[in-house]
């Protein structure tokens, strides 16, 4: 039953990217190119909407879909580390065209060649899974 809500939140989730054009490689191309605000205020509003959810969590006793309360750990701040990991993040996503977030979206779109990109990002995740203890965090 919970994988079902999942499934239903992630419809969800890519009904709103698909209608708001946020999976559109010409709307990201766009935005690296400086040449619209769409992408921009899209990104700007999550994050503010991010920090204002967060905040809520944290002034509140939310608990998780398994009823144990929200937690949300201090991050160690570090200029080299947001640099780095943007950077990559930030070429990844230039080159692919593609923001990881709606790769599933993509796929549901019927752009089948994302495929590839999914299989790498999968790919990422488990060497950066493996290399973990290995890298400066």
Known sequence: MKAIKFLIVGTFFGII????????????????RFESFHMYGVIGSTVVLGVIIVQLIKRSALKSTEGQ?????????????????????????????????????????GYWAIIIVIIGAILGTFLYGKFRKYLPH
């Not at 990217?17 to 690296?32: A, C, D, L, N, Q």
């Open 17 to 32: 990217m698909t209608k708001s054009e946020v999976i559109s490689w010409f709307r990201i191309y766009e935005m690296f």
């Open 69 to 109: 309360t929200i937690t949300i750990e201090p991050k160690q701040m570090g200029v080299v580390r947001y640099l780095v990991g943007g950077t990559l993040f930030g070429l990844g996503w230039a080159l692919v065209g593609a923001c990881p977030g709606p790769l599933f979206a993509l796929l549901g779109a």
